[in-house]
């Protein structure tokens, strides 16, 4: 599966942007789905997934401001961040596999990240 994600930028602290990740190439309603993230100097962390059945799942960090969801009929999962810290600046990767995880290395398939900057 093909993934490609899109709606990074710059955006003020306490502000919102969502992210979207179109796949394509095979079933998209097969995989499950989750967003990782990577600063600067540091490893790529797991932000969110969701299951083939619309479970969602969610790190400690992130929890209450951001918001995972997918829609099958347009084979896109999206990623609604709201109340942004300049902490969440960080490329935001897509990424699909058969089993859902919080560990990146887990995952098969990914997007190319796209970059979210939150000035304070």
């Known amino acids: 599966v093909q993934l490609q994600a899109s709606g990074g930028g710059l955006v003020q602290a306490g502000g919102s942007l969502r992210l979207s990740c179109a796949a394509s190439?095979?079933?998209?309603?097969?995989?499950?789905m989750g967003w990782f993230r990577q600063a600067p100097g540091k490893e790529r962390e797991f932000v969110a997934s969701i299951t083939r059945s619309g479970s969602t799942y969610y790190a400690d960090s992130v929890k209450g401001r951001f918001t995972i969801s997918r829609d099958n009929a347009k084979n896109t999962v999206y990623l609604q961040m709201n109340s942004l810290k300049p902490e969440d600046t960080a490329v935001y990767y897509c990424a699909a596999d058969d089993r859902i995880s919080r560990v990146f290395c887990s995952w098969n398939y990914w997007g190319r990240g796209t970059l979210v900057t939150v000035s304070s």
């Open positions: 190439g095979r079933t998209f309603s097969n995989y499950a």
